[in-house]
């Protein structure tokens, strides 16, 4: 007999179906998958695991997430995968794809750099207005209206909105 | 005993945050500007998502069946193993920002130092909470050199602020009992190796500010072993007083 049960392709196919379509609860914008909050899928003891990991350790939206991707797992008849919360490791703003990065700057929020290892990005970086594109930006408040958004303003359309800060 | 040890190490890991947090968030709705207010309650808010991790962890190394909210809302002031630093008054808002920029960059050096730890759960903690911290100690940086290199009356209240609190400063590296017995594990960080870095950093932020360290005539320390100033119990009975009315009360 087999050790480990074969990996099931179709089955991680469907999952990853179902939670593309699981929007981040505080930038619906973008889905839980976009956002590299979905750490893998794996069968543990011939139990298929999807592990999850917070984006900030206070996020207040960890658990809304939790509740969403188990209900979109229950909806799609996938009530037997388990979910799983991670902390290593650690979620950083480079696990964020290309495409969830795109739909944020589509969203109006200046997506983060790459490069969140590096010690200190301090002053180093302009940030791109998501609406003019111009490089002629200020920051306003170190916080926006999350933990993980800064306030800025373009000085070219005069537009403020989020950036995306570099975690 | 190990376990005891260990429970008082992360009790004092989690308490820093959570009494620091609820003093953060006394700003909440009265601080000077909306983007001030912002950041005082988000950097509370980062915190006690630490104090989750870390007193839930405490918990569990505890085996008694008290969970991250039993030992926040739940513990007298003597229990508490905070310093003594994060339990001071807000003041004005330069003092609040004096004390974020000593203890973020001590917290900052501390969480880099346990990531290495040899128990993976405090250094998967420390991993994920050291950025935060950083983020925080660059807030609290750039707040100390606007106010130090700001108006007169900015300047006075910065340097006023600062030297308020240099006599809270020994207490955070020095290494508790049953300390060094974790340290020599490898599970908790040496935190007398960190002092230098430490003094380096601040005065770093401090010179082009203008602004200059005091002499601590009388270090003040004690929270680790639950000896507090008067602060805390008024802290704790604004915190707790729900939870302690309504305790099986559920969200």
Same mark, same amino acid.
């Given at each position: ?19 593309? /379509?699981?929007? +981040? ?27 999850? *990991? ?19 797992? +229950? ?22 794809? /290309? ?13 983060? &750099? ?10 180093? +970086? ?10 002629? *930006? ?8 999350? &933990? ?20 | $005993? ?33 983007? #001030? ?23 569990? #190394? ?5 969970? %991250? ?6 513990? %007298? ?8 630093? #994060? ?9 609040? $920002? ?27 903690? %420390? ?27 900015? =300047? ?48 770093? #932020? ?24 008067? =602060? ?20």
């Amino acid at each position: 007999m087999d050790a480990a049960p074969p990996f099931d392709g179709a089955l991680a196919a469907r999952i990853e179906q179902v939670l593309a /379509d699981v929007p +981040d609860p505080e930038i619906p914008a973008v889905s839980v998958l976009d956002l590299g909050i979905v750490r893998g899928l794996a069968v543990e003891n011939g139990q298929t695991v999807v592990s999850i *990991t917070p984006t900030y350790t206070g996020c207040p939206a960890t658990l809304v997430i939790e509740r969403s991707i188990r209900n979109a797992l +229950d909806q799609a008849g996938l009530n037997n995968i388990a979910l799983k919360r991670v902390l290593s490791p650690p979620w950083s703003t480079d696990m964020i794809s /290309d495409a969830g990065r795109e739909k944020l700057r589509a969203y109006g929020i200046s997506p983060p &750099p790459f490069g969140a290892d590096a010690r200190s990005l301090r002053g180093n +970086d302009a940030v791109a207005c998501p609406r003019c594109g111009s490089l002629h *930006t200020h920051e306003v408040s170190r916080f926006g209206s999350t &933990p993980c958004k800064a306030l800025w303003q373009c000085d070219n359309c005069k537009e403020p909105f989020d950036s995306f800060k570099c975690h | $005993m190990m376990s005891k040890t260990l429970f008082n190490y992360l009790q004092a890991l989690g308490d820093d945050s959570l009494i620091l947090a609820q003093r953060l968030c006394e700003w909440s709705g009265k601080a000077p500007t909306i983007e #001030v207010d912002l950041t005082l309650s988000n950097i509370a808010l980062d915190l006690i998502g630490q104090v989750q991790l870390f007193l839930g962890y405490a918990g569990e #190394v505890e085996g008694e069946g008290r969970d %991250a909210d039993r030992l926040a809302y739940h513990r %007298a002031a003597e229990a508490f193993r905070n310093c003594l630093l #994060v339990e001071q008054p807000n003041g004005d808002f330069a003092q609040t $920002m004096a004390r974020q920029l000593l203890f973020s960059t001590y917290c900052e050096l501390l969480f880099d130092a346990l990531c290495a730890s040899s128990d993976q759960r405090i250094a998967e903690i %420390a991993a994920k909470a050291v950025k935060e911290v950083r983020y925080h100690a660059e807030v609290a940086a750039d707040w100390t050199l606007r106010l130090g290199d700001g108006t007169e009356e900015s =300047h006075t209240r910065m340097q006023d602020g600062l030297d308020w609190f240099w006599r809270f400063e020994d207490e955070l590296f020095a290494v508790g009992e049953g300390e060094s017995g974790l340290v020599a594990q490898g599970i908790a960080a040496d935190k007398t190796g960190l002092r230098a870095e430490y003094d380096h950093r601040i005065d770093a #932020v401090l010179a082009p500010a203008g602004l200059e360290r005091g002499e601590t005539s009388w270090p003040l320390g004690g929270g680790r072993d639950g000896k507090h100033s008067e =602060h805390l119990s008024p802290l704790l009975a604004e915190m707790q007083v729900l939870p302690r009315a309504h305790p099986d009360a559920r969200w």
